[in-house]
């Protein structure tokens, strides 16, 4: 189905309107009308379109206007180039992924979690009638396996709103361990047909975040080729298996909102690496979004991508 309304081969748009410093600077020139016009040449049918609270929102609750028009913006390129958009949430109040942001309390707090749901009301009054372009993902990342019973009650109630003004729109639910996909399977059911399964896969660790600053087990001078990883077809569909068993069984599709390799590694290693969890992606009709267009330490479109990016463009 993600092939057929294409959301099936994707790229995000990272540090656009999310981890950046939100100047007008980085918001109007980071990502402008030549790099959509880039990605569809490249054969991509959507983006996946990172967006941190602060961007949309007032820490009242109150609207963006000029940050919902900088999303009309994106959906207009969008649309004059063929290509579809997940609306990512990444960040919102009381909550992020990353540590460093120092949002905390959105699990325990109505009154965070009541934040979060005008976002999402304000997001599908706005563009819920744009069915089949668009996707929205409630939430990047959820970290701590004990959140997961409140996320399950406040993606629950965030839906059903949503749902007033967008009946129909593809909903993306991930699971906790920065939504992981062995994961997967603790999510409940779907609450109806238009809500998918989503997962990040960045798996080995060790090879795909060597020397990453940002996290303390990679940041180290232990470096891995591809051969050394451990990774294999048979590695990511032993890695996938509960997922694809669960969404069957839920009568539901996967999504990989996220995968990548840092610009440590080698581009040659890299895409031995795409090349291998593209084979498993396509084999079981999984719709994926590459980490990510442009620097973030993943940047495909960098120029250290030159010299491989012709190959690894038919691994997205």
Known sequence: ?????????????????????????????????????????????????????????????????????R????????????????LDLHKTQGYSFDDGEQEEGFFESATYQELFYKIWEAFAERWGS???????????EVTEE???????????????????????MKILLGSY?????????YLDKPC??????NFHCYEPLKFTHQGASWNPECN??????????GASEAYFEDLFSTAIAKAKAEGTELYCGEYGVIDI????????????????????????????YRQMDFGISDPRMDAVREELLTYL
């Not at 995000?12 to 040449?41: H, K």
């Not at 744009?130 to 990047?140: A, D, P």
């Not at 009709?285 to 990510?292: E, L, M, P, Q, T």
């Open 1 to 69: 189905m993600l092939k057929e309304m294409g959301f099936y081969k994707g790229i995000n748009l990272g540090g656009w309107m999310s981890q950046c410093d939100y100047s007008a600077e980085r918001l109007d020139g980071f990502v402008t009308a030549p790099d959509f016009a880039q990605i569809a040449a490249w054969g991509f049918d959507h983006v996946r379109i990172p967006i941190d609270y602060n961007v949309v929102q007032n820490g009242d609750g109150s609207m963006k206007e000029d940050g919902l028009a």
């Open 71 to 86: 999303i009309d913006a994106a959906l207009a390129l969008c649309r004059e180039n063929g290509l579809h958009a997940v």
């Open 130 to 140: 744009l069915t089949g372009e668009v996707m929205f993902e409630l939430l990047n």
């Open 146 to 168: 004990a959140y997961l019973p409140a996320w399950k009650r406040i993606s629950a109630e965030c839906i059903r709103r949503i749902r007033r003004y967008a009946p129909d």
């Open 177 to 185: 361990h920065y939504n992981g996909v062995r994961e997967v399977r």
């Open 192 to 197: 109806d047909k238009n809500v998918l399964y």
């Open 220 to 229: 180290n001078d232990n470096r891995y080729t591809f051969a050394e990883s």
């Open 265 to 292: 590694v080698p581009p040659e290693e890299a895409v031995k690496w795409f090349r291998t969890i593209h084979a498993v992606l396509e084999r079981h009709g999984i719709g994926r979004a590459a980490w990510s």
